[in-house]
Each structure stands twice: as C-alpha cells, then as structure tokens.
C-alpha cells in the first residue's frame, strides 16, 4: 500500500483554499467536529440480544433479519467489538446501553432490581475509553411486556413493575453520569400499542402519563441524567394504535421539560425529523436523535450519507443547536459484519457533520435574505461538490484512524482472527 499522507495533506491544502474563498475556515470547521460526540448504540454488536438469558426473544415489535456469523455473546466480546469500532472512528464517542446488558455475575436479577453495581463493567470500560454513557430501560423482551403494554398496561401489579424499572434505570443513568463526570440520557422507550383498532385511545395514554410522572418524581441532578422520551407511529404489532405517539411525547416533553427523542424511523415513510428539530427546540430545551435509516418502514437500516442524513446534520449545525441536540445511533443489522455496521453508520454522521460545518452558510443566507432564490438553489447543488472529502481523509488522518476505504482490511483481519472464531 502507498503512504496516502503526502497527497492526503496535499489535497487538503487545496481544499482549505477553496474553502477560504467561500469564507469558510476548514480548520475550525475540523475542531468543531472533534467536540461533537456519538453516541454509539451497544444493541448493533448483539442483534438488540442483551445478557440477560441465551435463548431470550427479542420482543416489543423490534426485528432483527440476517444471521451474518460473528456476533458478540458476552460482555468482553461485545466491549472488544466496540474497541475495534471506535478505533477505525474519528473523534470521541459515547456508548448508549440498554439495561438488557446488565452484568449480574450469572445471577437472575428482574429489571426492578437493576442496581449501579450491574453496570460497573460499562462504567470502567467507558472511563478506560475516556467516553460518556447513556442509557436505557428495556421495556421489551420480558414475560411482563409479552401482551405488548408495559407502563400503559391495564393490570396495576405490571404497570409498577415496569414503573420500578423506570425508577432504577433513572438511578443507574445518575451513577453513570455521575462517574464519568458528563451527563448520561436516559431514554425511555416502550412498545405499547394495538395491531388493530381500539375502541379506548385515551385510557393506556392517561396510564402512560401517570406511570412516566411516578418514574420522573424523584429529582435527580441533570448534571448526572437527564431524561428523554421516545415516540414511534408504529411497530410490527402495533399498526394501529400506538400509545407513545409523537404528539403524546411531544406535549409531555414540553410540559414536563423532558427530552423528547426523535427516532428517524418513527414516522410516515416520507415524513423527515429535519424538519422537525427547528420546531420541537422552541418548546424543548433538549432533544435527543436516534438517527437510523428506514427503508419503506422503521426497517432500522444502517446509516448511510443520504439527502436526510445531510439535512439532520445541516438543521443541527445551521441552528446552532449542537449544545442542545444529543446525537445517538438506533440501527440493528445482523445481515452484515456488525463492526463495520458501527463504522459505516458513525463515519457517516460524522461525514454529514462535517458536510453541514463546511457550506458557505454566510452566502446562502445572504442569498436567501435578499430573495435570490434561483442563485441560492444553484450555490446549493455548487456546495455538494466542493472538496469536502479532501477533508475528511485528512481529518481522520489528524485523529489517528483510517482515512478513505483503509479501514475496511482493518474490520476483514478482525472477522478473520476474532469474529470467526466464535
Ligand atoms: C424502537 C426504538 C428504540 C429501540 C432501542 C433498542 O423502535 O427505536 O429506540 O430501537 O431502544
Ligand atoms: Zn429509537
């Protein structure tokens, strides 16, 4: 293999100058990308399994198709995994674990029982990594979620089931955060909802909002967690009623100051949440995004650099709401290898990132202020082929990782010496 380091900083160079001539500086535009963190979801490297039991179904409507050989069956593998990921990734990232990766020393432990101490694992792993956590309860999966209602279930004795677990997860997100000295998100999602239609829409959503005020009462210091809320449209068994509607979610984020979720899967097919950022962050302090890819449905595709993946990345960085917006990954694909899964799909929204840090902002906006709309169209398509990934292969290259398709030997020598043998 040629060294690539003399014509990467040479195209790089000429990169920087065009940039220059459109008033924007390439430079700082790689030192913001560096501060802005991923959280990298663990459920990629398992097919959403957990460690909770070897033969447990993945429940709450959630599907994951492929059975590609190589995926993590332990806690060390799946932490091995992530290691190989994170090493092939530019920048620093976070980890985003479900409360289904518990580490309970082989010992049964229900999910109203979860304590700190099962996650200690994560916790020093993470530090280890010098990376943030956030978290989640898993409201799926269990004999308790099995008819499809958890925290909106009629039956009093499973709603406070679910209710405890809310309640400890909120806890252990508090001792995340609190160890690793950054705020860790704890999104609540739940699968609640009816394959057909019912004749009461308003009885589980009343109970959805009074089992989300008991799990929310006990203050916790948002230096250490913050919660989040997550709405969906629909899910497989769930297409015709969902209790946790966007609008449900919306109206209770704003009233209760929560974070409110927004999963790019979790709409009409050719509804975009670009669009919906620069709305819900006038009523919402925070929110949080599950960027994922859906294909025809909430298909969970791996991310890739689509037109919407662009224009999440360009709403965020346009509105200047990077300290407001919570970047995490929601995607399962068990049909490929699952670390390059992780790299495709992080490398791609810090692509779109860095796309979105790099348009000439100031003359669109001049543009557009001044009604000359056929120029701002055209500066537009013009600023999709500046040299944007002269910059990129050069920032990977200045954080140490793999630029261009170099990283992709890097994931076949780890499914060689490791994925294969498991
Ligand atoms: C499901 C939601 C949820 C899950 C994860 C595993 O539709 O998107 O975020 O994907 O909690
Ligand atoms: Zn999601």
């Known amino acids: 293999m040629p060294d690539r380091r003399p014509s990467i900083e040479a195209a790089f160079r000429i990169a920087k100058e065009r940039y220059g001539e459109l008033g924007v500086d390439a430079e700082r535009a790689m030192d913001l990308l560096r501060a802005i963190p991923i959280s990298l979801h663990c459920w990629q490297g398992d097919d959403v399994g957990g460690f909770e039991s070897a033969d447990a179904a993945l429940g709450g409507g959630l599907a994951v198709t492929g059975n590609y050989p190589g ?6 593998e799946l932490r091995g995994d992530l290691e190989k990921a994170l090493s092939l990734i530019p920048g620093k990232h976070r980890l985003n674990l479900h409360a ?13 029982q979860l304590e700190p101490a099962h996650f200690e694992g994560w916790i020093a792993w993470a530090r280890g990594q010098s990376m ?6 898993t409201f799926f999966s269990h004999p308790k979620a099995d008819d499809g209602f958890t925290l909106s279930h009629p039956d009093p004795e499973i709603r406070g089931f679910w209710v405890e677990h809310g309640k400890v997860c909120r806890r252990i997100g508090a001792a995340i955060g609190k160890a690793l000295g950054t705020p860790c998100v704890t999104n609540v999602w739940i699968p609640d909802g009816f394959k057909d239609v019912p004749v009461d829409r308003k009885g589980p959503r009343e109970r959805l909002a009074g089992a989300l005020d008991e ?4 203050p916790l210091d948002p230096r250490h967690n913050l919660d989040a809320v997550e709405c969906k449209l629909f899910g497989i068994g769930s297409e015709s009623y969902v209790v946790g509607s966007h609008e449900f979610y919306l109206g209770y984020a704003a009233a209760r100051k929560k974070l409110l979720c927004l999963d790019a899967g979790h709409f009409h097919p050719t509804e975009v949440i670009s669009d919906k950022i620069s709305s819900v962050l006038l009523w919402v302090e925070e929110l949080l995004l599950h960027v994922s890819r859906g294909v025809r449905w909430d298909s969970d595709h791996v991310v890739t650099l689509t037109d919407e993946l662009q224009a999440i990345a360009q709403e965020i960085v346009r509105g200047g709401y990077l300290p407001r917006v919570h970047i995490g990954l929601d995607y399962f ?22 796309l979105a840090l790099l348009e000439p902002i100031a003359i669109l906006r001049r543009l557009e202020a001044d ?25 990977c290259l200045r954080e140490g990782v793999p ?20």
Do not use: H
Not at 100 to 112: F, H, L, N, P
Not at 132 to 137: A, C, I, L, R, T
Not at 371 to 395: C, H, I, N
Not at 403 to 422: F, P, T
């Open 333 to 354: 694909d068990a049909s490929i290898n699952r670390v390059a899964a992780w790299v495709i799909g992080t490398r791609c929204m810090i692509k779109a990132l860095l």
């Open 403 to 422: 630029a261009g398709e170099a990283w992709i030997a890097e994931v076949e020598r780890y499914e060689r010496d490791v994925l294969s043998r498991r």
């Open 132 to 137: 943030g956590m956030d978290f989640n309860p």
């Open 100 to 112: 289904s990766y518990a580490e309970t020393g082989g010992r049964k432990v229900d999910r109203d």
């Open 371 to 395: 009604g000359s709309f056929t120029q701002r169209l055209a500066m537009q398509e013009e600023a999709k082929t500046l040299p944007w990934a002269a910059v990129w292969d050069y920032y």
């Open 71 to 76: 995926k993590a069956r332990t806690p060390d």
């Open 215 to 218: 799990i929310f009462a006990e």
